[in-house]
């Protein structure tokens, strides 16, 4: 970056306080909508018309509120502890039982 940088060249300062909080609203209330029309990864483009038919207007006030990266971030996490919670109790009723000790890095 030179010293004639464009405004547009700076790096943006990370959301404070108030706009994370705006983010995660409108995060809970787009999954609260998602977990209502059972849709389960709304980044699969096989459900992209439904995501946009039944909870269009929640994913644009989300995507508006929220930093990109987070709002893929958000998707993506939320898919991926499905499929967890999911598998875990799948485990469990096939009779898993929990270790007695926890796995851990050294």
């Known amino acids: 970056m030179g010293i004639f940088a464009k405004e547009e060249d700076k790096p943006s300062l990370p959301p404070n306080?108030?706009?994370r909080k705006e983010c995660w609203e409108k995060r809970d209330l787009f999954f609260e909508c998602l977990t209502a029309n059972n849709i389960d990864n709304s980044l699969d483009p096989k459900q992209e018309n439904k995501v946009k038919s039944e909870c269009g207007a929640l994913r644009t006030e989300f995507e508006n509120k929220c930093v990109a990266s987070w709002f893929k971030y958000?998707?993506?996490?939320?898919?991926?502890?499905?499929?967890?919670?999911?598998?875990?109790?799948?485990l469990e009723s096939e009779g898993a039982q929990p270790l007695p000790f926890k796995l851990g890095s050294r």
């Open 17 to 19: 306080k108030v706009k």
């Open 74 to 90: 958000f998707q993506e996490k939320r898919y991926s502890d499905l499929i967890r919670q999911r598998y875990i109790a799948k």
